[in-house]
């Protein structure tokens, strides 16, 4: 897998080199370039970006509640997008890429982000503290096209789900795992918690490899998205500039001085 991709790189670039990744078929590195950028568009910034945001943040917050007189409680985690690894773990997971980890760790459904080990008191502030601090965060989320980036996510997967080859495949997985033992008809996450297990997860593994599902998914999927990535270079560039933005504010709140009460 190729590494995610670093705060200071132009996602304008890994745009480019996405284009047509459908075709690079040997190529790990490039042919999940779009799938590794589409999700980064969709969860959020990484690194040094969410680190800044999230420093200032809690620089705000324990500003705000001790000129204000409130006890101080726990500080929110605005940016909880996983790190690099952890990304990249969640694309191993979700294509298959790794027997070693299905074998130990099955679906991975459990959430594996680190939450910050938050733990601490509950403020005695009204909100007025949040309140300030969501005034701050929507100045700069008001500029991102949020919600045209969620109706792309969900248009590839119903284009996926209503794709009459993937399904004709998907019947040769349900099939397979019938064969032995699970009933289970559509090869995506099991919804009854019972089959969310190691157990299930490699059966699952073994049929979509042996019945061309999991290839079939991954090069439909590799190629929506690289198509949408070249159709919008405007939101791909949108997306940058939020990551940005959020750790430019993120910055200027670390080195705010204390709000004041006015």
Not at 62 to 72: A, M, T
Not at 121 to 141: F, I, Q
């Amino acid at each position: 897998m190729s590494s995610w991709i670093a705060p200071s790189t132009s996602l304008a670039g890994v745009a480019e080199r996405s284009t047509g990744v459908a075709e690079a078929v040997d190529n790990v590195d490039d042919r999940y370039a779009a799938q590794e950028l589409f999700l980064r568009i969709l969860l959020g910034p990484t690194g040094s970006q969410a680190a800044a945001v999230n420093e200032g943040v809690g620089a705000f917050l324990r500003d705000c509640w001790l000129s204000r007189g409130y006890q101080p409680g726990v500080i929110p985690v605005i940016v909880n997008t996983p790190d690099q690894s952890a990304l990249a773990e969640l694309v191993d997971r979700v294509y298959f890429n790794n027997p070693e980890y299905i074998s130990v760790n099955g679906y991975g459904t459990a959430s594996r982000i680190d939450d910050g080990g938050q733990q601490g008191a509950v403020t005695d502030d009204p909100g007025e503290c949040m309140d300030e601090l969501g005034k701050k965060l929507r100045v700069v989320d008001a500029e991102f096209p949020l919600p045209d980036i969620y109706r792309a996510d969900a248009e590839v997967q119903l284009t996926m789900a209503s794709d009459a080859g993937l399904s004709l495949v998907g019947q040769s997985w349900s099939s397979c795992m019938a064969a032995l033992g699970y009933e289970i008809e559509q090869p995506l996450r099991p919804l009854d918690p019972s089959r969310d297990t190691i157990e299930v997860a490699l059966v699952d593994m073994e049929c979509q490899t042996s019945t061309g599902y999991r290839e079939a998914r991954i090069e439909m999927q590799v190629a929506l998205v690289s198509d949408w990535i070249e159709a919008h270079p405007d939101l791909v560039a949108a997306a940058e500039a939020h990551w940005e933005g959020l750790a430019a504010l993120g910055v200027e709140l670390a080195g705010a001085e204390n709000p004041s009460t006015g």
